[in-house]
């Protein structure tokens, strides 16, 4: 028998040290580590000044102390003026602690906590590896360009990627997992396809609570914020017929790739896939339980990418961090050595690809970030159907061994 199933199970189900490397591979790992958290806090100084979308945040919550509207009369939607509110209403509420607060100070607040949401995402997420892959690990997270403007920017997405997977570590306790759920997509809209996930992997308690929860919960905003809840179905609307991407993207350079991205197959690919990894990925991941938690990440990492313009928001990168951690895993564990490195480069090349960066109208990064998504769709897959191919080899093999 391998040494594969000889080696201690996490709480995940994962044989976190199945994978044994020389000690140097980990002393190096050290070294880069440090260097890429050094790295990564001088990139994030580089983005001052800080807290640009949580300004829209504050004065929201200002505007409510005040009593006056929340809402623009005519919302610009999804990329507004600066400071313009896009969320339900009740979202606002909690930044009425930060609202007294000189700004510096409340951007210093807003900062650490992201900050340390962004740290208990990454222990989460690290932690199950084998011991000498996490300083790889660790500096691949630190220094992430997506959550370096996440945490810069001071927007929801880390928040909303933490809700989600408690939400996931609670699945067995529907009414704490779909309270939870509800309130990552009352947060943001971008984990709604994760409901489809939930019900093709036979969750169903879970969606009931989530739905039952959602529908209390905008019924009470309604009631609650009756003045201002008309104002949030205005912005709802603006969201649904809003052409900012097809105008950006037709206004791009070079023409011959944003051509690429504006054509039928470029606007629908991505949304179909966020359709398909939530329902097909849900149906698999009822059928083989052990591998519900990768597929779970697989729907999440494409969860933002139901509209087309979610891809020109690179912190929505942030989303594929569990999916890029538990590929890694995967790939480590297997024992096809060649399988092993092709897909530990592939998340590589993924991880790399999504962090390219350019002019405004460059769109040349957008269809970098569009391969990286599509590298490490295939990636996650791969390494699902090959960990299976050497489930099938070791029974098959285990009575000649005996």
Known sequence: MRRLYLAPIDSQGVKAEAAHHPRLVWAVGVIVMVLAGLAGLGVLLVKQPFGFDLWAYVFAA???LAGEPLYSAEPK???????????????????????????WLAVAVWVGLNTGIAGAIGVHLIRPLPRDARPWAVAAFVLFLPTILEISLGNL???????CLVAWSQRRRAPAAGTILAIAIGVKLLPLTLVLFYLASGRYRV????????????????????????GYITVLMALKDSH?????????????VAAILGSPVGRWLLPFTALATATLGGLAARRTPRDE???????????PYLALFSLLWIPYLVFSLPLLASTFRKALL????????????????????????????????????????LVLLAAAVAVVLVARRDDTTDTVAAPVAA
Do not use: C, K
């Open 62 to 64: 200002r505007h409510l």
């Open 77 to 103: 939607m999804p990329a507004g003026p600066f400071g313009e509110y896009h969320y339900a209403p009740i979202v606002a509420v909690p930044f009425a602690l930060l609202a007294p607060l000189p700004f």
């Open 157 to 163: 997405n880390l928040l909303t990627v933490g809700l």
């Open 207 to 230: 969606v009931a609570w989530t739905v039952a929860v959602g529908i209390v919960g905008l019924l009470a905003t309604a009631i609650a914020f009756a003045r201002d809840f008309p």
């Open 244 to 256: 900012w991407d097809t105008d950006f993207i037709a206004n791009a350079r070079p023409a011959e």
């Open 293 to 303: 938690t990768h597929l779970h990440h697989l729907a999440l990492a494409f969860a």
């Open 334 to 373: 297997l024992s096809q050595g060649q399988a092993r490195r092709v897909l530990i480069a592939s998340v590589t090349l993924s991880w790399l690809l999504m962090q390219v960066v350019g002019a405004e109208e460059d769109v040349r990064p957008l269809v970098a970030h569009l391969l990286g998504l």
